[in-house]
Nanobody, 124 residues
Framework: QVQLVESGGGLVQAGGSRRLSCVAS????????MGWFRQAPGKEREFVAG????????YYSDSVKGRFTISRDMAKNTVYLQMSSLKPEDTAIYYC?????????????????WGQGTQVTVSS
């Protein structure tokens, strides 16, 4: 079993930056892929970014490309989401998720493990 714990959420002004962290513990945490998803009130959960543990291959949704950066630190079993140029529409609960697949998948149903989420609120 893998446990994921997110942190770093909070209130930030539009145009600002925030870094989210996701610490993974449990067996086989350094294989497969990790993803960040978000869910805004009244909206469906959406894929934000993904990264492959083995070689840091990344993939981003069009809505965050160029503004967000996903990275990983294998020594710390941690995945980060650096968010810059934040907009009010980035306001959501952000979830970290882990998949046993080596291909970065944007569909949440393909992820095996989920964190509890961390709230990010961007004020205008």
């Amino acid at each position: 079993q893998v446990q994921l714990v997110e942190s770093g959420g909070g209130l930030v002004q539009a145009g600002g930056s925030r870094r989210l962290s996701c610490v993974a513990s449990g067996r086989a945490v350094s294989s497969g892929t990790m993803g960040w998803f978000r869910q805004a009130p009244g909206k469906e959960r959406e894929f934000v970014a993904g990264i492959r543990w083995s070689d840091s291959l990344t993939y981003y949704s069009d809505s965050v490309k160029g503004r967000f950066t996903i990275s990983r630190d294998m020594a710390k079993n941690t995945v980060y989401l650096q968010m810059s140029s934040l907009k009010p529409e980035d306001t959501a609960i952000y979830y970290c998720a882990g998949s046993r697949l080596r291909t970065i998948i944007k569909y949440g149903s393909q992820y095996n493990f989920w964190g509890q989420g961390t709230q990010v609120t961007v004020s205008s």
